[in-house]
C-alpha cells in the first residue's frame, strides 16, 4: 500500500455541512456550537470530524465538571479514504485539547440501529461505560425527530407517530490522566463488533475543499 499524505486542520462550517451531508447517514449537522475538523489525504477534502456540545445539557454533570470541560464527538463524516478511522479521531482529539485546553472529557455514542457499535472506539481504547436509553422519535412532515425537534417545529409532540429507538453504547475519552482516573472504574466490556462495522469505513466517492480558523469551543460567541 502506497503511503498517504493525511493531513488535519480547521475547516469551515460550509465544508464540514456539506461532508456531513454527503458522507454521514444523519445528512444533519448539529444545531449546538460546534468545532470542525478538517480531513485531506493526498491534498484532496475527505471529510471532518466535529465536536460540540451535543443535545444533552446535562452530559457533564455526572462526572462532576462544568459543562465546559465536557464535549461531545458528534459526527465523523468521511468518504471513501486510506487512513484509519481511530487514527483520524486520535489527532482530532490532540487538535482539540491544544486549542480548547479547558476540556477534559470527550462523550461520544454508537448507534446499534446503524449496526454501529463503537469500533473507532474501541481502536482507539476509549472507555466503554455502557448503553444509555434513547428517547422516541416522533414522525413530523414524513421525518422522524427527537421531541425536542418535534416541539421547536409543531410546538407539542401530542397526537404524532412515534417509535422506540434502540439503545446507544456510551464511550468515554480523558484527556487528562486525573479525568482518566475517575472514570476508568466505569469501563465496561466492549460490545460486540458489527461484522460489517470497520476501523476504515468508507462511505462516499464525492469531493469538496477549503479550510478556515474556527473558535474554541471555550469561549461563547
Not at 32 to 51: A, L, M, P, R, T
Not at 129 to 140: I, M, N, Q, R
Not at 155 to 176: C, I, M
Request: charged share 25%; with cysteine; hydrophobic share 35%.
Amino acid at each position: 500500500m502506497s503511503k498517504v499524505d493525511l493531513k488535519l486542520d480547521w475547516c469551515s462550517y460550509e465544508a464540514a455541512k456539506y461532508a456531513v451531508e454527503h458522507w454521514h447517514y444523519s445528512k444533519s449537522l448539529p444545531a449546538s456550537k460546534n468545532v470542525y475538523v478538517g480531513v485531506w489525504e493526498d491534498n484532496q477534502f475527505i471529510g471532518c470530524v466535529i465536536f460540540g456540545r451535543g443535545a444533552n445539557n446535562n452530559m457533564h454533570k455526572p462526572f462532576n465538571l462544568e459543562m465546559i470541560e465536557c464535549v461531545e464527538l458528534v459526527r465523523v463524516a468521511l468518504k471513501e479514504h486510506k487512513t484509519p478511522v481511530s487514527k483520524i479521531v486520535s489527532i482530532s482529539l490532540k487538535m482539540l485539547k491544544k486549542q480548547s485546553n479547558g476540556v477534559r472529557l470527550i462523550v461520544s455514542y454508537a448507534d446499534p440501529a446503524q449496526n454501529h457499535a463503537g469500533g473507532i472506539y474501541q481502536a482507539g481504547n476509549w472507555i466503554y461505560a455502557g448503553a444509555v436509553p434513547c428517547t422516541p422519535k416522533y414522525l413530523v412532515r414524513g421525518k422522524w425527530v427527537h421531541a425536542r425537534q418535534a416541539n421547536s417545529l409543531l410546538g407539542s409532540t401530542v397526537g404524532l407517530e412515534r417509535k422506540p429507538v434502540p439503545d446507544k453504547h456510551k464511550y468515554l475519552f480523558p484527556l487528562d490522566d486525573a479525568m482518566r482516573k475517575q472514570i476508568e472504574p466505569l469501563r465496561k466490556p466492549y460490545p460486540k463488533r458489527d461484522t460489517g462495522e470497520t476501523d476504515n469505513a468508507a462511505q462516499s466517492n464525492e469531493q469538496t475543499e477549503g479550510a478556515s480558523p474556527i473558535v474554541s469551543l471555550k469561549t461563547d460567541n
